[in-house]
């Protein structure tokens, strides 16, 4: 079955670090990628998706691109702040069947001042 | 700016008590999910709804009934709790299920079973 693999936490960083965290799917179909972010007590919020291969979603300084060809979706900020620690979810939906969401197990980024 | 509201956020049973847990979305959407997430698991669907009046099982279905009378609320019970079904549950919605659309997820119950 489909399934989302994502590097292992925690992910400790100083502000205004390089930040990538990495997530590699497997899917029989054609998937749409989403990361959602996860901030203590909270729900999981939307982050950003990516539909089609190549395609690139990016939000609040965030990016990441569907590449179909290394099935990856890896996650980048050019410049973390503290207030992006929180839990970061890779996550595959099947096109036709949206029930079928698949969620990494989560990465918990911590960010210091 | 409700969203997807969730009662209680927190809750003890004793092993064998049984409970409800009812989410409400105000955004009109037809699918409704509950997930369940454990440590270095992530979440798991337990169970999900196309529309009102209808239930389908996910991956983690037993042990969990649901049901969906009206097209805003979902409710998640269990019926004879045990310590395996200490988790965080998260009700999620999406506007229909198709694989493009993102589910809006509230902010959890976190349940625990001694």
């Known amino acids: 079955g489909d399934s989302v693999t994502q590097m292992e936490g925690p992910v400790t960083l100083s502000e205004e670090a390089f930040l990538t965290i990495n997530c590699t799917y497997t899917a029989t179909g054609y998937p749409s990628l989403f990361w959602y972010v996860q901030y203590p007590g909270e729900g999981l919020q939307l982050l950003l998706k990516a539909t089609k291969a190549d395609d690139k979603g990016s939000n609040k300084g965030f990016e990441a691109t569907y590449r179909k060809e290394t099935t990856s979706f890896h996650l980048e900020k050019g410049s973390v702040q503290v207030s992006d620690s929180a839990v970061y979810f890779c996550a595959l939906s099947d096109k036709n069947y949206g029930q079928n969401f698949v969620f990494g197990p989560g990465t918990r980024l911590s960010v210091l001042p | 700016n409700a969203g997807v509201t969730q009662t209680p956020k927190f809750r003890v049973l004793k092993t064998g008590q049984s409970m409800t847990l009812l989410c409400a979305q105000d955004?009109?959407?037809?699918?409704m999910y509950w997930y369940r997430q454990d440590p270095g698991m992530g979440l798991r669907l337990i169970h999900y709804s196309v529309g009102e009046g209808t239930t389908a099982k996910g991956e983690v279905p037993d042990g969990y009934n649901v049901s969906r009378l009206k097209k805003q609320n979902f409710l998640l019970g269990l019926e004879s709790a045990a310590p395996s079904q200490t988790s965080v549950y998260f009700c999620?919605?999406?506007?229909?299920?198709?694989?493009?659309?993102?589910?809006?997820f509230g902010d959890g119950t976190r349940l625990s079973i001694l």
């Open positions: 999620a919605s999406s506007v229909t299920g198709a694989g493009n659309q993102p589910q809006h």
């Open positions: 955004m009109n959407h037809e699918y």
